[in-house]
């Protein structure tokens, strides 16, 4: 069974994410921050992981180039709101882009998501 | 006028001046009676106290005019450059509040998005969770709500056209004679039939041997050119006309500073209307974000807002003229592409 490691500070949109999955043979693992996702990877390895970008304290850029570095064959959609919350020049998907397998930005449907998963070859 | 002239007819006046009295008080007995007590007074002596009185009558003359030359001068320049100031600080301002609003709508529609996350997903998966046993009314209220948070997410799209960057733009240079043409003719099979539509400087009646390349994205461009045809086609309620021209204009360095774009070459395309125009206070507004004048319900006034935003990012800008009962012209002014038409110059005949 593939197993997905969801990363989201939101708890509605961390709620939104597990239902959606759960509608597909999954097994679901979710977590609050980076720090967390880091210590459940360790225990019980995720085969994908979905991360939000803007979360306190290490973000989902950072996560990203540390799984990536852990774990060279993990599969990493990244989702994020949009927006320009830093003086930075580019969105945070943009940002994401070079270290992430995929991105997608909030909202999206529940088609979305499982068509980008099928994208990343999860079988759903 | 320069100071050399003002000169000239200063000396002009008190050449005419002097004549004329002189002519007078030497016909007039004035100088013999003021020297009466002078027994023997040389006929000479009459010019002789002409020329003196008289020379310094008309210095004093000569200086008050020529100050009040120079003062009116000045004040012109004064009042010039105050308008100046005027309509720089205005401009500001107005750059400043757009760029402000545009910081506010990135950290917004974080939120928003983040917000309708749940609701777009949860009907999704509600649907399923229902199934068989949903009643047709069950579908149609998930339905109403998924509609609803889609238009909540392209609200928050075109509000983040304001916050986004040049780097998510696609810049291509294109040949402004084609693209405006495909693009006018899809933007005119979007308004009323009742309204005509008109093309100068591209199209049919142009001249295909002088392309005008520009730097610009595609899809920014049509989506400002729409905005602006849709807003043309509401203000002429019955019928009207809709005249778009393209134009080359090279801009100087003060011309350039108050559109506040860099000076050099630039299309003009402009979209002219002859609808109801618009009075002074609606343009001062138009380019804010959430005005608008239509009660459609459908509209969240950003057009223009983000047609503006649009034009920036492709380092261009928007202008508009508009008279009440006359009609409203707005102007687009994109950089033309300096590399291409170098290469176009040099490789193809020079007409």
């Known amino acids: ?124 | 006028m320069d100071l050399r002239k003002i000169l000239l007819i200063d000396i002009l006046i008190a050449a005419v001046f002097f004549i004329a009295v002189a002519m007078w008080a030497h016909e007039s007995q004035f100088l013999h009676e003021i020297h009466e007590d002078i027994e023997d007074i040389n006929p000479n002596g009459y010019v002789y106290y002409t020329v003196l009185i008289m020379t310094f009558f008309l210095a004093v003359t000569g200086i008050a005019i020529h100050q009040i030359h120079i003062h009116r001068q000045s004040m012109y320049i004064i009042k010039h450059l105050c308008s100046q100031v005027a309509v720089e600080t205005e401009n500001r301002h107005q750059r400043h509040k757009l760029e402000s609003l545009g910081a506010l709508a990135g950290g917004l529609s974080h939120e928003i998005n983040n917000a309708l996350q749940p609701i777009l997903g949860l009907t999704g998966v509600l649907r399923t969770e229902i199934g068989d046993e949903a009643t047709p009314n069950t579908l149609k209220y998930l339905d109403t709500i998924n509609q609803s948070a889609l238009h909540a997410r392209d609200i928050v799209q075109k509000v983040l056209i304001f916050s986004r960057k040049d780097n998510e733009l696609e810049i291509k240079t294109h040949n402004l004679l084609e693209l405006l043409d495909e693009i006018v003719n899809f933007a005119t099979s979007l308004v009323p039939s009742s309204v005509s539509v008109s093309r100068q400087g591209f199209g049919a009646s142009a001249d295909i041997s002088k392309p005008i390349f520009v730097d610009l994205d595609h899809t920014g461009l049509t989506q400002a050119i729409l905005n602006l045809f849709v807003n043309a086609s509401h203000a002429m309620e019955q019928s009207g006309n809709i005249k778009v021209r393209l134009t080359k204009n090279r801009l100087n360095k003060n011309e350039a500073n108050m559109l506040h774009i860099a000076h050099g070459e630039y299309a003009v395309i402009s979209i002219a209307d002859n609808g109801c125009g618009m009075s002074a206070e609606m343009i001062s507004k138009i380019f804010e974000p959430f005005y608008t004048t239509k009660n459609t319900g459908h509209n969240a006034g950003l057009g223009l807002a983000m047609t503006y935003g649009l034009l920036k990012d492709m380092n261009g800008t928007i202008t508009v003229s508009s008279f009440e009962g006359i009609g409203t012209e707005f102007q687009l002014y994109l950089p033309i592409s300096k590399e291409k038409e170098d290469k176009e110059e040099s490789t193809g005949e020079i007409v």
């Open chain 1, 1 to 124: 069974m593939t197993h997905v490691l969801i990363v989201e500070d939101n708890i509605n949109v961390r709620i939104t994410l597990e239902a959606v999955l759960q509608q597909s043979n999954l097994e679901i693992t979710c977590c609050t921050q980076a720090i967390e996702a880091l210590a459940a990877m360790k225990t019980h390895p995720a085969d994908i992981v979905i991360t939000d970008i803007v979360m306190p304290g290490m973000n989902g850029i950072e996560l990203s180039q540390e799984l990536k570095k852990l774990y060279p064959d993990i599969k990493i959609l990244a989702i994020s709101g949009g927006g320009h919350t830093t003086n930075a020049d580019s969105s945070p998907l943009e940002q994401a882009k070079p270290f992430v397998d995929e991105t997608l930005e909030k909202p999206f449907s529940t088609d979305e998501l499982k068509a980008k998963l099928s994208i990343m070859g999860i079988k759903l």
